[in-house]
C-alpha cells in the first residue's frame, strides 16, 4: 500500500519528535553563560557516558576565562576544545587534570596557546578505570555544579605622570590590570616604570585600543625581570602621537597569589630619582647571615640561576649556562639580585659585566657594574662574600649546605633565597674536569648558587642534576676549578 508523501512526514515526525526534543533540551543546557551556576550530572549506569559537554561564546570584549567545578564528590577533569566537539582528549586545547575533585581552570589572552573569539566546547569528565565511592557505597551518578566567568577588558585606573601608584594583580581578574594614560600633544617621549613587587611582571602598551593581546600591542617589556622600564619615543626624534595610551600589566607565569606593585609613568627617558636610589647592604649579624646575602641570583636573557659573590668589590662566579642566551651567546644584558631579605625575592638591583669564562667548566666570572637603571654604584659601596675553602680535603660523607634560588623556591612567579643540606656523595672525573655529587635537593635555578662548609666557607657551585624514576643526584663544580687568572681580579 502507498501512502502520501506528507502522511509518511508525519508519521517520522511523532515516531522521532521525542529524540528531537531530547537533542534541542540538551543543547540547551549546554549552553554555559557567564556568572550563571550550573548543575552538571553525569550518569555512567547502564553504559551511560562519563562525561557532559558544554560550550560557551567568547567575544572580542573578553580578556579571561575561568572555569570552576565545585560540589564534586568524584574525581572530575576538565578538557575545552575550540571551534568543534571534542573527540579524544589527547587533542584538546586546554586541560585541568589534579587530583582535587573540583578543578579551576583560567584562560586569557595572555595565556601560552592565547584565548580567541569564537565557540568553545568543554567535557567535565570522569576518567579512572572504578566507579567513585560516594557516601560510602559504587555510584554512577556523580552530580556537580559547573560555573563559567568571563572577564572582560575593564580600566582599573587612570594614571598620571609623575605620580606613583600601588596596585594588587588578582587570580579574579587573571593576574592582569589594565591603566589609561593620558599623553598630551608636543610630547618627546615618555617611560612607565613597574617596581615594588615580588613577582615576575610584565606589560604591553597600546595605542588608543583597550583590548590587548600578544598579536596586537604597539609595545612591549616582558623579561625575566620583575621589575620593568618600558620607554617610548617620537620616531626620528620627533614626538609621540597624544592622546590616550592603554598599559596591560599581568604576571603570566603565575595566576595563584595576588601580587603588589607599584607603577609610575613619567615624561622623558630619564630614571626617576626614587628609582636610582640603591640601599646598602646591612650588617651580617652571623656567618650564616653573611652566606645567604652573598648568594644572589642571576637573570639573562634567557634563564635565571644563582651566582656568589667573592669579593667586597662586586665579583660574582655563576655558571656560564645560567647568562646564555637563546643562541648559547652571553645575554645582552646580565642582572643581578640582591638578597637584603630571607623571606621576599631577592631585590633587583644592579647589572654586571662578563669579566671571563669557560664553556667546558661551566664556569663564568662577572663584575656588578652599574645599578639596575645604568645608575652609578654608591661610592664606597661594599658586597658581601664568601671566602673560598679547600676542596682537596672534602671527604666522602661530608656535610654541606646549598643556598640558591631554585624556581620550586616560592608559590609566585618569583622566589626566595632556599636552603637546604646534603652531604658529598661521591666524586667523577668527566673530561679532565672533577665533579662532586651529592644527595642534596637541587633544582633548576639552583645553578650556579652556592655549596658551603661547615665554616661557611664556599667550596663548590651546583651546576646539574641527574635523575631517574624518583632518585636525583647532584653535580657540583668545586672551587678548585675557578681559572687561576680570575683570582687577580677577585684579590685573593
Given at each position: 500500500m502507498k501512502f502520501p508523501i506528507f502522511i509518511l512526514i508525519m508519521v517520522f515526525?511523532?515516531?522521532?519528535?521525542?529524540?528531537?526534543?531530547?537533542?534541542?533540551?540538551k543543547s540547551a543546557k549546554g549552553d554555559l553563560l557567564s556568572g550563571r551556576l550550573v548543575s552538571g550530572h553525569i550518569d555512567m549506569s547502564n553504559g551511560g557516558l562519563s562525561y557532559q559537554t558544554f560550550k560557551f561564546k567568547v567575544s572580542s570584549d573578553v580578556f579571561a576565562v575561568k572555569?570552576?567545578?565545585?560540589?564534586?564528590?568524584?574525581?572530575?577533569?576538565?578538557?575545552?576544545?575550540?571551534?568543534?566537539?571534542?573527540?579524544n582528549y589527547d587533542n584538546v586545547d586546554y586541560s585541568s587534570t589534579q587530583d582535587a575533585y573540583n578543578e579551576s581552570?583560567?584562560?586569557?589572552?595572555?595565556?601560552?596557546?592565547?584565548?580567541?573569539?569564537?565557540?568553545?566546547?568543554?567535557?567535565?569528565?570522569?576518567?579512572?578505570?572504578?566507579?567513585?565511592?560516594?557516601?560510602g557505597k559504587r555510584s554512577a551518578d556523580i552530580s556537580y555544579n559547573i560555573e563559567l566567568d568571563l572577564q572582560k577588558y575593564k580600566v582599573k585606573d587612570t594614571i598620571h605622570p609623575g605620580v606613583s601608584a600601588e596596585y594588587e594583580l588578582s587570580p579574579r581578574d587573571g593576574m592582569a590590570g589594565l591603566f589609561a594614560l593620558k599623553i598630551p600633544e608636543r610630547t618627546n617621549s615618555f617611560r612607565i616604570d613597574l617596581y615594588n613587587t615580588n613577582a615576575d611582571l610584565d606589560l604591553m602598551v597600546a595605542y588608543n585600543n583597550k583590548k590587548i593581546t600578544k598579536n596586537n600591542n604597539d609595545f612591549l617589556r616582558d623579561s625575566l625581570l620583575g621589575r620593568e622600564t618600558l620607554c617610548v619615543n617620537g620616531i626620528d626624534g620627533g614626538q609621540v602621537k597624544p592622546g590616550i595610551y592603554y598599559i596591560l600589566v599581568f604576571d603570566q607565569i603565575s595566576n595563584d597569589h595576588p601580587v603588589d606593585f607599584s607603577i609610575l609613568s613619567s615624561f622623558g627617558n630619564e630614571?626617576?630619582?626614587?628609582?636610582?636610589?640603591?640601599?646598602?647592604?646591612?650588617?651580617?649579624?652571623?656567618?650564616?647571615?653573611n652566606a645567604l646575602m652573598s648568594t644572589v641570583e642571576i637573570i639573562g636573557n634567557a634563564a635565571k640561576g644563582s651566582g656568589t659573590l667573592v669579593s667586597s668589590s662586586g665579583y660574582v662566579i655563576t655558571n656560564w649556562h645560567v647568562i646564555e642566551d637563546f643562541t648559547l651567546a652571553v645575554s645582552d644584558n646580565i642582572y643581578v639580585a640582591v638578597n637584603l631579605s630571607n623571606e621576599l625575592p631577592p631585590l633587583e638591583l644592579f647589572k654586571a659585566d662578563l669579566i671571563d669564562y669557560s664553556v667546558e667548566k661551566d664556569l663564568a666570572l662577572l663584575h656588578i657594574s652599574s645599578g639596575l637603571y645604568d645608575n652609578p654604584i654608591p661610592i664606597n659601596?661594599?658586597?658581601?662574600?664568601?671566602?673560598?675553602g679547600n676542596t682537596s680535603i672534602l671527604k666522602l660523607g661530608q656535610p654541606l649546605t646549598y643556598l640558591g634560588y631554585p624556581k620550586i623556591g616560592g608559590t609566585g612567579s618569583r622566589a626566595s633565597i632556599s636552603l637546604t643540606r646534603g652531604i658529598v656523595s661521591g666524586f667523577e672525573k668527566l673530561n679532565g674536569s672533577l665533579f662532586i655529587k651529592t644527595d642534596a635537593e637541587i633544582n633548576s635555578g639552583n645553578s650556579g648558587g652556592a655549596a658551603i662548609n661547615s665554616f661557611y666557607e664556599l667550596v663548590a657551585f651546583p651546576t646539574s642534576t641527574i635523575e631517574e624514576n624518583a632518585g636525583q643526584l647532584g653535580y657540583l663544580i668545586p672551587v678548585s676549578m675557578i681559572p687561576e687568572e680570575w683570582y687577580r681580579f677577585i684579590g685573593r
Open positions: 515526525v511523532l515516531l522521532f519528535s521525542p529524540v528531537l526534543s531530547f537533542s534541542l533540551e572555569i570552576t567545578v565545585s560540589n564534586s564528590p568524584a574525581d572530575l577533569d576538565v578538557f575545552i576544545k575550540k571551534g568543534s566537539e571534542i573527540e581552570l583560567l584562560i586569557s589572552r595572555l595565556s601560552e596557546l592565547p584565548l580567541e573569539d569564537g565557540t568553545y566546547y568543554l567535557d567535565v569528565s570522569y576518567q579512572r578505570d572504578t566507579l567513585p565511592v560516594i557516601n630614571t626617576p630619582k626614587e628609582l636610582a636610589e640603591i640601599p646598602r647592604f646591612p650588617t651580617a649579624s652571623d656567618e650564616m647571615q659601596y661594599n658586597f658581601p662574600y664568601f671566602t673560598l
